[in-house]
């Protein structure tokens, strides 16, 4: 039975007119959007989906955008007691605070997909790298990558980085490493077979740090937000623009579309090689 179903009776046809019945769960922690006119059922909402969802503990409420540099969002305990929880995906567990560290259960495709890019003996950097589902990916299915560096600036999501790193016995080939990506990178100029630039928003603006690092032939998965009616063509722009200031020639490898995003846009990836 669906959450509009489990609702009838307890919502009117109006209310149920403004639920939201797509949600993230990450491992035990459901998390959801309530429209204004709903908050006064949430309690209702947020029982339904454990009916629907019994492995569900925690539901939390969305309380704004995220924000800040560590990619944060408030929420609202409506039910459970506990915010760390963890997720089990392709044979990887993560474990992490929800309330303390940014994770996108949808991208577990997309981090798949990267991982089965990489080639044996390459050296690769993960900026923006969270608890490390993007390195630790890699390391399982390329164990013979030569390291995955894995460079954080939120120190909790750091913690929760190397913790993962040594429950999915990794450690030693994922290197955590905590700070600013500008800073901590320049360390890895020229010693990098691959980039990998989770961070859609902000991201472009370390896009020469990411080409500095690469070795001669190396590849940047670049992620940026585009729009429905001009999908790829300001990344695009982007690119070569950031490619041209360095002097650097570059080729297109792919162009893909990955997630929405919101209304009429989605989450991209420009993979690009750079000589």
């Known amino acids: 039975m669906g959450l509009k179903e489990l609702l009838k009776g307890k919502l009117t046809k109006k209310e149920l007119g403004l ?10 922690v459901a998390v959801i959007e309530i429209p204004e006119g709903l908050r006064a059922k949430e309690n209702e909402i947020a029982r339904a989906i454990v009916k629907t969802h019994p492995h569900v503990k925690t539901v939390l409420r969305k309380s704004g955008d995220r924000f800040g540099k560590y990619r944060l969002r408030k929420f609202k305990m409506i039910l459970g007691r506990k915010t760390e929880t963890e997720v089990k995906e392709h044979g990887c567990v993560f474990r992490l605070d929800v309330r303390k560290a940014y994770f996108s259960p949808r991208e577990s495709t997309e981090r798949q997909r990267i991982a089965d890019e ?3 003996g390459e050296t690769v950097l993960v900026m923006f790298s969270g608890v490390g589902p993007y390195a630790i990916a890699i390391a399982k299915k390329q164990p ?3 390291k995955v560096y894995a460079v954080e600036i939120n ?4 913690k929760y980085a190397v913790e993962n790193a040594r429950i999915n016995k990794v450690s030693g080939k994922v290197v955590p490493l905590c700070g600013d990506v500008k800073r901590v990178c320049a360390r890895f100029y020229k010693r990098c077979d691959r980039v990998i630039m989770p961070l859609p928003k902000e991201g472009y603006k370390f896009l020469p740090v990411a080409i500095k690092c690469l070795k001669r032939g190396g590849i940047v998965h670049f992620y940026y937000i585009g729009l429905k009616n001009n999908l790829f063509e300001n990344a695009l722009n982007i690119v070569k623009m950031e490619c041209e200031k360095l002097g650097r020639r570059l080729r297109i490898k792919r162009q893909r579309k990955v997630l929405p995003y919101g209304p009429s846009a989605f989450k991209i990836c420009i993979e690009f090689e750079v000589r």
């Open 19 to 28: 639920l939201k019945t797509s949600f993230d769960i990450t491992g035990d």
């Open 118 to 120: 990489v080639k044996r």
């Open 144 to 146: 013979y990558a030569e």
């Open 155 to 158: 120190p909790d999501a750091h």
